[in-house]
């Protein structure tokens, strides 16, 4: 399990790195409040894969569960958990609460 | 009847003509195995054209009893590695008698007395040709059995010109390619050399052994081939190494260009359907290739690869015969990428094309950039399902000792943003012990 604070410290983590890979400052100085995707955001749909992806092997290595962030019900949400990295950190928690007992 | 290539095998005499487990074996000494082969058949009192399965590797029994049963007019199934799954191709050839061979010797075995039913056999037999028949991986999992016409096959091996040069048997047996190493080989009177196995350690030392002058391999192989950096005395031998059976990722090429400067890189083209042709290969550093073999003739169309040969099988005992038109064109199931010269490119399986958001793209593409990485000792780059884009490129990335992976992954994602499309970086970078199969393999 993951508390809340450690899901967004995994975020904010993965979208430093990748704002260095990518050559973007604003997202190495990220906060609960960074838009991720949509207008106005920082990542493509490319990038959004991309965090996506190293934030399951993240979370497979700090918990051993291998889950599944961004699947239709999360896409068909009304608001959207890629939003803002802390919905992100909030999808997180929620999804990890969600699956059954390992 | 004996066959040209049976009379050539005499005529070489004392030259060595296969290497391996079983020893060195002269062209004279298979040429008495193709005697005692004939024979044996002969006792069989055979009225009709019988299906065998000749099961083995490329050693002395198994091929001369290849070449026995093609001048006889009989039906012969090459069949080697998982015996597993023998029982299944067997029932699905209806083979007759089995030779189980091991090294020199054979045994003879009875498995059923029904004549050939299927017509694509019978068609063969009514005009007394010997046939030939191949497995291939298909799609849904079942193999399909494909038929041709065994001497118009072995006939395209007779104008090669003779030389001495050892060639390594790579491929296997039972595969298009093993057999055209086989024939090839034997037709031209130079000396085929069986490793033990085909590790990269038995493969070496069977070059070192018996200075392999030709080395037909598969990309994957010479990549690994690379990555056990062998001393370079090992290989000296080596004069031509030829390749193909799937893409070759052009950085791969620059490598062993790199490692092998004295070495001629030829690439091989050709399909189980249609037998296997060299190319002319217009830049040495790039994968374009040109098809010029006067028994070839080929065509693009939508992106696709057809061709049609003198040597293309008959069809397929046990499948539909969609991928052959009615005028004779296979569809290859390669998407080939076309210049203005009219030079081609083998960009992988159609079916292996992913689709991110809209945008295509081949595997090979990003696997030429991310094998050029430090640290990255091999790699397979496939589609995976995304809920945001569809399809999303991953990567199954195997590291060299002592790597770290979160700085390979960063290296690996920055290359490929620097040298591909958007859409072609991959998204999941999975770090594992192995890559499953060959690169791209050809489902066929």
Known sequence: MLTRPEALQLVLHRLAALGRELGKPELERADEQTRLFGETAQLDSI???????????????????????????AMS?????????????????????????? | MISWLASRCAAFGPRPALAGAFGVVSFAQLAGLIDDARRSLAALGLVQPTTFAVIGGHGPAA????????????????????????????????VQWVVATDGLGGNLLPRMDEP???????????????????????????????????????????????????VLALLGFDHI???????????????????????????????????VAVLPASPTFLNLLLAAETPGVELASLRVITYGTEPMPESLLLRLRAAFPRVRFIQTFGTSETGIYR??????????????????EWKVVADELWLRSRTQIAGYLNDSNERFTADGWFRTGDRVETRADGAIRILGRLGEQINVGG????????????????????CRVAGTPSALTGQTVTVDVVLAAGQDEEVVRSALRSACRSQLAPHKVPTKVRFVAAVAGERLKKTR
């Open chain 1, 47 to 73: 990038g959004l894969v991309t965090l996506i992806a190293d934030l399951e092997e993240d979370i497979r290595r700090a918990t051993g569960r291998d889950v599944v962030l961004a699947d239709e019900k």
């Open chain 1, 77 to 102: 949400r009304l608001t959207s958990p890629f939003r803002r990295a802390g919905l992100l950190a909030d999808h997180i928690v929620a999804t990890l609460g969600a699956m059954p007992p390992a």
């Open chain 2, 63 to 94: 091929t001369a009893w290849l070449l026995a049963l093609a001048e006889a007019g009989h039906f012969a199934v090459p069949l080697s590695g998982n015996a597993a799954e023998h029982p299944a191709k067997l029932a699905e050839v209806n």
């Open chain 2, 116 to 166: 050939p039913a299927h017509a694509l056999l019978r068609a063969l037999a009514a005009r007394g040709a010997a046939g030939l028949v191949l497995f291939s991986s298909g799609t849904s999992g079942r193999p399909k059995a494909m038929v041709q016409d065994f001497g118009a096959m072995l006939a395209t091996y007779e104008s090669r010109r003779p030389n001495q040069l050892p």
């Open chain 2, 177 to 211: 390619g093993g057999l055209n190493t086989l024939f090839g080989t034997l037709a031209v009177g130079a000396l085929l050399v069986v490793p033990a196995d085909r590790s990269v350690a038995a493969v070496v030392a069977a070059i070192a052994r018996h200075r």
């Open chain 2, 279 to 296: 190319t002319e290969s217009p830049d040495v550093d790039s994968t374009f290739l040109r098809l010029d073999d006067p028994g070839l």
């Open chain 2, 359 to 378: 945008e295509k793209l081949m595997p090979v593409e990003v696997e030429a950039v991310v094998l050029a990485v430090p640290g990255v000792l091999d």
